[in-house]
């Protein structure tokens, strides 16, 4: 599978979090759609969207958290890695997959805002 | 003074920013809380366009030397991502936190607007109501309190607005879409279909009335009787021409044989402040002008001319129409 790839070469890494992202936005969105459509199930769309972010958030601090430490950003305390090795190229997949992350963390938070303060279907 | 002043800076050649439809003139609490909010985000793009430039021209003519990593790291992780992420959040939750209350339903009065090919269906359904009160083309509401506007379409999506009142809110063929207005200030204001629907769609706009509760209490008691019946010669002669040319298949006078529903209800014509949905004032040279011919006034109006009647039966059905109050 894609996590046991090596972390030099797979770009599944990086991209994990923008996926987990789309995931919880496909599911937010079509979920509250058919509840709100079937049902007026407004408190259980809420409690799913919830759910699921809780979900998406920690996946993503677990994946960011693996790109951190891919990036080895505290070694050296240098974001240089330019050069055609394996070494740059694993800590240039770790930066940009820790930067997706942070992304991936504001896009999941913003998707679940209107339910915070939006408490009915309409 | 606020408005007046950004008027004079930012759109000269526009309409005045105060007026009867303008947003930044608000005379309801929903038109309120946009109206601060762009303010707001007029505020802060003005300085943060300032600290922009101002960082352009220090960078590139006060101080040419280039930045410290840090200073640098912590422009770019600050500005570019901290800053954004924050304010934008704020805005986000400030709007949404706003929301609910904007489509609160109404504490009374219910009104189901349609939107036709040019014109407005209005149906008023006070608390409690079985059969709703019938017009078209004006919007009378109650000051100071949550009034309910169920609004749909035929044929073609409009969109309903009344700057002056709130949002706008799309008129979708086949569904039930609803808002929730809470207007403050009586006085006359003017809506506008916001949605693209055709040649006249420009030509779609209504009035606006708020009213005292009290008098729209009044009002609506009135709306609600049959039509005055003429009271001179030439309004009893202007019906009898209304009768005989048909207009009675396309439009209703509640109390007489005409009972048409294609075009607006014309029982309390008069007793609006405009004709043909917002474009004519409600005078009898502007009844004869509109109804010698629709579509000179109006590209495409559903109503055929009727200039073929003469000036002098013309005059008749003026004053027939105008004894509509
Ligand atoms: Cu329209």
Redesign the interface.
């Known amino acids: 599978m894609f996590w046991r790839q090596p972390r030099d070469r797979s770009l599944w890494h990086m991209i994990l979090a923008p996926t987990i992202w789309a995931l919880h936005f496909v599911l937010v969105y079509g979920v509250t759609a058919v509840l709100c459509a079937k049902w007026d199930a407004a408190d259980l769309a809420r409690l799913t969207i919830f759910a699921s972010t809780a979900v998406a958030l920690t996946l993503i601090v677990a994946v960011g958290r693996g790109a951190w430490r891919q990036w080895d950003y505290l070694d050296g305390w240098d974001d240089i890695h330019d050069r055609p090795t394996d070494n740059h190229r694993r800590r240039f997949l770790g930066h940009v997959g820790f930067l997706l992350s942070l992304v991936s963390t504001i896009g999941v938070i913003y998707v679940t805002l209107p339910a915070v303060f939006v408490e009915t279907c309409r | 003074m606020r408005a007046g002043l950004a008027c004079l800076a930012l759109v000269p050649a526009l309409a005045a920013c105060e007026g009867r439809q303008s947003v930044l003139d608000p005379a309801g609490r929903d038109a309120a809380v946009m109206a601060e909010l762009f303010w707001w985000m007029l505020g802060g793009a003005v300085i943060l366009w300032l600290l922009v430039n101002g960082l352009m021209v220090y960078v590139s003519r006060l101080n040419r030397d280039a930045l410290s990593v840090r200073a640098a790291t912590l422009l770019v992780v600050g500005g570019g ?1 901290v800053f954004p ?1 924050v304010l ?2 704020v805005l ?2 400030y709007g ?2 706003e ?2 209350r904007q ?1 609160a339903p109404g504490t009374g009065l219910s009104v189901r607007v349609t939107g036709e090919l040019w014109w407005w269906r209005m149906e008023y359904l006070p608390e409690g109501a079985e059969t709703p009160v019938i017009s078209a083309n004006e919007l009378r509401l109650p000051a100071g309190s949550r009034s309910e506007l169920r609004l749909g379409a035929n044929e073609v999506i409009h969109s309903f607005w009344v700057p002056a009142l709130g949002g706008k809110t799309d008129m979708i063929p086949g569904r039930e879409t ?1 808002m929730s207005l809470e207007p403050l200030e009586p006085g006359e204001y003017r809506g506008q279909c916001a949605e693209f629907c055709g040649d006249s769609h420009a030509l779609m706009a209504f009035g606006a009335v708020v009213m005292e509760p009290e008098a729209f209490r009044e009002w609506l008691e009135h709306e609600a009787t049959d039509a005055a019946p003429p009271a001179t010669e030439a309004a009893r002669a202007g019906r009898a021409v209304f009768l005989a040319e048909g207009c009675g298949s396309c439009h209703t006078v509640r109390g007489t044989p005409a009972d048409g529903t294609i075009g607006p209800d014309l029982t309390h014509l008069a007793g609006r402040t405009t004709l043909a949905a917002g474009v004519l004032p409600m005078t009898a040279d502007a009844l004869k002008r509109w109804i010698a011919d629709p579509r000179a006034i109006k590209p495409g109006a559903r109503m055929p001319g009727f200039d073929h009647l003469g000036d002098a039966r013309l005059d008749l059905l003026a004053a027939y129409l105008e004894g509509l109050e």
Request: no cysteine; net charge positive.
């Open positions: 991502i992420t934008l959040a986000l939750s949404l936190s929301m609910p489509l609803r």
